[in-house]
């Protein structure tokens, strides 16, 4: 079955910072592997989505994720953070279920000091 | 252009009512999809709906039951409900459903009490 792993409940770091939030994944075939970003009360924004091809990716906002088959990870990075990354990030992975849904993790919470 | 669009924003119900929530995609998208999201939690699977038809449903009860209309909006209903069935319901419209190009609408916030 298809599931996905955040390890990290909530980071802090310094804007200016980099940053890596871990994902972890559990699917059988070649997964597709996506991160959103959601703001307070907000929806979900697409940051970068891995089908296939070139293992790093580069998404919105200056982030960018690598996808390692032989961990199951899709990390997601960014060298520099502004006090507007401060957020609720989300790792997911598109599987077959009847229909193209997505599955999450629990999300990574940003807070991002001054 | 107008993105995918929600309402009510919020709303508050009492334990065994019933509440409908409605979803608008973007303009051309004929596939919409509905997520829970409870506090502290990841989005979870509920419907998705393309060309009116259920395309794939996740692991909810029965009291949960949509539909899609012609022009593509659709309506997510919930019945006789829970205190758990407080949460975030988000829809996601995109062009067919088979590319995971989904688009995410803010959300209607249920509370049940």
Redesign the interface.
């Known amino acids: 079955a298809q599931s996905v792993t955040q390890p990290d409940i909530h980071i802090t770091v310094s804007e200016g910072a980099s940053l890596e939030l871990r994902c972890n994944y559990s699917y059988g075939a070649t997964p597709y592997l996506f991160w959103y970003v959601q703001s307070p009360g907000q929806g979900l924004q697409l940051l970068l989505k891995y089908f296939s091809g070139d293992t790093l990716v580069q998404g919105i906002k200056g982030f960018e994720a690598e996808f390692k088959r032989s961990q199951s990870s899709f990390n997601l990075r960014k060298p520099s953070v502004h006090w507007s990354d401060a957020a609720e990030y989300f790792c997911a992975v598109g599987a077959w279920a009847g229909a193209n849904n997505l599955f999450f993790g629990t999300g990574t919470r940003l807070t991002v000091i001054p | 252009d107008a993105g995918?669009t929600q309402s009510p924003t919020h709303l508050i119900k009492t334990r065994g009512q019933h509440v409908t929530l409605r979803c608008s995609p973007i303009s051309g998208h004929k596939s919409v999809?509905w997520?829970q999201q409870v506090l502290?939690?990841?989005?979870?699977?509920i419907f998705?709906y393309y060309e009116k038809e259920e395309?794939?449903?996740?692991n909810f009860p029965d009291r949960f039951s949509a539909r899609q209309f012609p022009n593509y909006s659709s309506e997510l209903n919930v019945n006789a409900l829970l205190l758990g069935d407080s949460a975030l319901y988000?829809c996601?419209s995109s062009l067919q459903?088979?590319?995971?190009g989904?688009?995410?609408?803010?959300?209607t916030r249920l509370t049940v009490v």
């Open positions: 995918v999809s997520y502290g939690q990841g989005p979870q699977f998705q395309r794939g449903r996740g988000l996601a459903g088979t590319d995971y989904y688009t995410f609408g803010s959300g």
